[in-house]
């Protein structure tokens, strides 16, 4: 089946920094990839859609200019949370789409902000 | 934009019953509905999906029924295990929406052994 990772999985960083995650699909082309988040013991929001080679799209109330999505190829997007606090801290997915619209998910990454 | 509705947020049931889930969706454009089992802190894992072209489909012990009509769609998990125990979202999506996924709010099935 289709195969999609995250990196990192776990990552600690200071208030007022910035963090990247990655999403690459390993063995399939992803000209659509999503980007949700999660909180404890609630459900996955999605924040945004990334497209290969274009801006991507911002779910409402999402910051743009916060959460930075670059789709620069059709194996990787990657999302990047600027100037994180501790109310970013959460579980970040991504899901890439095949062509025939299956979703697959990445493992998750866990941010912790202190 | 789409809206789901997922019940009930808590569940428990005996080793053996049957446990079903129910979720409401509000664009009648949806037309896949997947569900996803969750265990802490892991992927959403696939476990059964119907599209609107189909009223009812079943895996084994797991089965989802969708009624267009009333946009509502059901997850039915018969001789439940204690190994089926996790969170269960369902989740709906349409073609001309990007194909995003919505989510409902999930639902935390208990199988008591």
């Known amino acids: 089946g289709a195969v999609v990772s995250q990196h990192p999985s776990r990552v600690i960083c200071k208030s007022g920094t910035s963090v990247k995650i990655e999403c690459r699909s390993l063995?399939?082309?992803?000209?659509?990839m999503f980007w949700y988040r999660q909180f404890p013991k609630q459900s996955l929001m999605l924040m945004a859609t990334?497209?290969?080679?274009?801006?991507?799209?911002?779910e409402q109330g999402v910051e743009k200019d916060k959460f930075l999505i670059n789709h620069a190829s059709l194996t990787l997007s990657t999302l990047t949370v600027t100037s994180a606090h501790p109310e970013d801290s959460s579980f970040y997915i991504c899901?890439?789409?095949?062509?025939?619209?299956?979703?697959?998910f990445g493992p998750g990454t866990r941010l912790t902000v202190t | 934009g789409e809206n789901v509705e997922q019940h009930p947020s808590t569940l428990s049931v005996q080793e053996g019953d049957s446990a079903v889930i129910k979720c409401t969706y509000s664009d009648s454009a949806s037309n896949y509905f997947p569900w996803y089992k969750q265990e802490l802190g892991k992927r959403p894992q696939l476990i059964i999906d119907?599209?609107?072209?189909?009223g009812e489909k079943k895996d084994q012990r797991i089965a989802v029924t969708l009624n267009k009509t009333a946009k509502h769609f059901s997850l039915h998990i018969t001789e439940t295990q204690p190994e089926d125990s996790a969170v269960y979202f369902c989740a709906a999506s349409s073609n001309n929406q990007g194909g995003k996924l919505i989510f409902g709010q999930g639902t935390e099935l208990s199988v008591k052994p």
């Open positions: 899901s890439a789409r095949d062509r025939i619209y299956e979703q697959y």
């Open positions: 119907i599209r609107s072209n189909v």
């Open positions: 990334s497209n290969e080679g274009s801006k991507a799209t911002y």
């Open positions: 063995d399939f082309q992803a000209t659509t």
